[in-house]
């Protein structure tokens, strides 16, 4: 029937929709103090934009069909591609580095599970033009003041970070031989969430030695920059490919987010496209999924549109982030706002309660009346419901003195203003 919607698909009614405006309205107030402009592209794109790029987990959870006119589309997943895309076909007009943020709602046929729906919104904050480490820092602080402005502190999220190129050139060094690389970051990627033997059968049918398959589950237990340190010590040219992650990580504590970051080779992420420095958020009591993700995709926009600029971003979703707000009794009331709500005493007093109801709201007050005749008492009631912090009498006798009785709901003490004052928009004594 028509009472539900489809499975994984959510019904913002209005205190859904104040949380995610409350979501929105920090994403968007953490953009703009860096800097970041907001940008859209098409729900709808070609499918090949992500078969191409995105990597097989998210190509196998695509909302795809045929369009009228034979082309292959699909919704949008994520938002990368398409940024890739804009990006590329305006590079050259464009002063870099670019900063950029989007807020799509994103579509994934996704297994139901907790924190995972078919459809959810993603700030996307991505920074294009700078392949340095200051960017990797910049977009990773933003996703922490993000965390920081929703009232979440260093006992409520963390940052676990890692770098492809690191983990990669130590796992050539470990024997992993180039062809089985993907295979081993899977592996990494699983790591605390499937049983070694499993993970490492898998790595020897991938033609790793059972050695290197050890070497390779040793280096996803790597937490913390001195362990990093020690690893990397150990290995040919090691400490010159780790530069760019300590880099990341001290301009981090120079900003005084420090506390919130982790080094853990075991953070790999799905999509195909990443590089470089890759990090997720986690609630820190490991309950929910996790809140964010991103990284440097340095080769993408080369292989989408010709021009070869870096980039580094995250996506951060609005469900996690909304049940750990919940979770943390972060969630903001659903305040009334109705500053005033105009109570006609008879029918006679209609009239003057639509002029001042609209005279009122010319000048930004939030106004609500009765829409037909009632007692004053049912009114009295409608307004308390609805939050309203004044209540206007106007009856006979306010319409004679032309002034109201404005009774302050919050107080219940009373006051008389004059028409002409709240033909100026004021309530108050
Ligand atoms: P992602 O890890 O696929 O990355 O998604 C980022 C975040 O979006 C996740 O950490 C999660 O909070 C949220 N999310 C993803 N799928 C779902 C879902 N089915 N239901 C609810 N929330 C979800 C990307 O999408 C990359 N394109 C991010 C990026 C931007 N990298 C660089 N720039």
Same mark, same amino acid.
């Given at each position: 029937m028509h009472g539900q919607g489809l499975p994984g698909f959510r019904d913002f009614y209005p205190e859904e929709t104040a949380l995610r405006n409350h979501i929105f309205g920090v994403w968007r107030s953490v953009a703009a103090r860096y800097g970041f402009v907001e940008y859209d592209g098409p729900p709808l794109e070609a499918l090949e934009l992500y078969t191409e790029k995105s990597g097989d987990e998210i190509v196998a959870q695509l909302y795809t069909f045929e369009d009228k006119g034979g082309r292959q589309v699909a919704?949008?997943?994520?938002?990368t591609p398409s940024l890739a895309r804009m990006v590329a076909a305006r590079a050259r007009g464009m002063k870099k580095p670019i900063r950029w943020f989007s807020i799509p709602q994103l579509f994934r046929y996704e297994?139901?599970?907790?924190?995972?729906?078919?459809e959810h919104y993603q700030l996307n904050m991505d920074l294009i033009g700078e392949p340095g480490p200051l960017a990797d820092a910049e977009i990773i602080g933003a996703s922490i003041d993000v965390m920081r402005g929703l009232g979440l502190g260093v006992g409520d999220v963390r940052v676990r970070i890692s770098d492809r190129r690191v983990v990669s050139h130590l796992l050539r060094r470990a024997g992993v031989p180039d062809t089985a690389l993907p295979d081993a970051l899977v592996a990494l990627d699983k790591i605390d969430r499937e049983p070694h033997d499993r993970l490492r059968a898998r790595l020897t049918t991938s033609g790793v030695s059972t050695e290197a398959a050890n070497r390779t589950l040793e280096l996803g237990a790597v937490r913390g920059a001195d362990a990093l340190r020690d690893t990397l010590r150990g290995v040919p040219d090691g400490e010159e490919t780790g530069e760019g992650l300590f880099a990341c990580v001290d301009a981090l504590g120079a900003m005084g987010l420090g506390d919130f970051v982790d080094i853990d080779l075991?953070?790999?992420?799905?999509?195909?496209?990443?590089?470089g420095i890759v990090f997720e958020l986690f609630d820190a009591r490991g =309950?929910?999924?996790?809140i964010c993700g991103g990284g440097r995709y340095d080769g993408l926009l080369e292989r989408l549109g010709g021009v070869d600029l870096p980039g580094t971003g995250f996506g951060m979703g609005d469900v996690v982030l909304g049940e750990l707000l919940r979770d943390r009794d972060l969630v903001p009331t659903l305040a009334g706002n109705i500053d005033a709500f105009l109570i006609a005493v008879?029918?006679?007093d209609m009239p003057t309660v639509l002029e001042l109801a609209h005279v009122l709201r010319e000048h930004g007050r939030d106004v609500e009346f009765a829409l037909k005749e009632q007692a004053v008492g049912k009114q009295l009631k409608l307004a308390a419901a609805r939050g309203a912090r004044h209540a206007v009498i106007v009856g006979p006798d306010e319409r004679a003195a032309e002034e109201g009785l404005v009774r302050?709901?919050? =107080?219940g003490s009373e006051h008389r203003v004059t028409f002409a004052r709240m033909h100026n928009g004021r309530l108050e004594a």
């Amino acid at each position: 029937m028509h009472g539900q919607g489809l499975p994984g698909f959510r019904d913002f009614y209005p205190e859904e929709t104040a949380l995610r405006n409350h979501i929105f309205g920090v994403w968007r107030s953490v953009a703009a103090r860096y800097g970041f402009v907001e940008y859209d592209g098409p729900p709808l794109e070609a499918l090949e934009l992500y078969t191409e790029k995105s990597g097989d987990e998210i190509v196998a959870q695509l909302y795809t069909f045929e369009d009228k006119g034979g082309r292959q589309v699909a919704l949008r997943p994520e938002m990368t591609p398409s940024l890739a895309r804009m990006v590329a076909a305006r590079a050259r007009g464009m002063k870099k580095p670019i900063r950029w943020f989007s807020i799509p709602q994103l579509f994934r046929y996704e297994r139901q599970q907790r924190g995972r729906l078919r459809e959810h919104y993603q700030l996307n904050m991505d920074l294009i033009g700078e392949p340095g480490p200051l960017a990797d820092a910049e977009i990773i602080g933003a996703s922490i003041d993000v965390m920081r402005g929703l009232g979440l502190g260093v006992g409520d999220v963390r940052v676990r970070i890692s770098d492809r190129r690191v983990v990669s050139h130590l796992l050539r060094r470990a024997g992993v031989p180039d062809t089985a690389l993907p295979d081993a970051l899977v592996a990494l990627d699983k790591i605390d969430r499937e049983p070694h033997d499993r993970l490492r059968a898998r790595l020897t049918t991938s033609g790793v030695s059972t050695e290197a398959a050890n070497r390779t589950l040793e280096l996803g237990a790597v937490r913390g920059a001195d362990a990093l340190r020690d690893t990397l010590r150990g290995v040919p040219d090691g400490e010159e490919t780790g530069e760019g992650l300590f880099a990341c990580v001290d301009a981090l504590g120079a900003m005084g987010l420090g506390d919130f970051v982790d080094i853990d080779l075991s953070i790999v992420r799905g999509l195909a496209y990443y590089t470089g420095i890759v990090f997720e958020l986690f609630d820190a009591r490991g =309950t929910f999924r996790a809140i964010c993700g991103g990284g440097r995709y340095d080769g993408l926009l080369e292989r989408l549109g010709g021009v070869d600029l870096p980039g580094t971003g995250f996506g951060m979703g609005d469900v996690v982030l909304g049940e750990l707000l919940r979770d943390r009794d972060l969630v903001p009331t659903l305040a009334g706002n109705i500053d005033a709500f105009l109570i006609a005493v008879s029918a006679d007093d209609m009239p003057t309660v639509l002029e001042l109801a609209h005279v009122l709201r010319e000048h930004g007050r939030d106004v609500e009346f009765a829409l037909k005749e009632q007692a004053v008492g049912k009114q009295l009631k409608l307004a308390a419901a609805r939050g309203a912090r004044h209540a206007v009498i106007v009856g006979p006798d306010e319409r004679a003195a032309e002034e109201g009785l404005v009774r302050n709901l919050e =107080t219940g003490s009373e006051h008389r203003v004059t028409f002409a004052r709240m033909h100026n928009g004021r309530l108050e004594a």
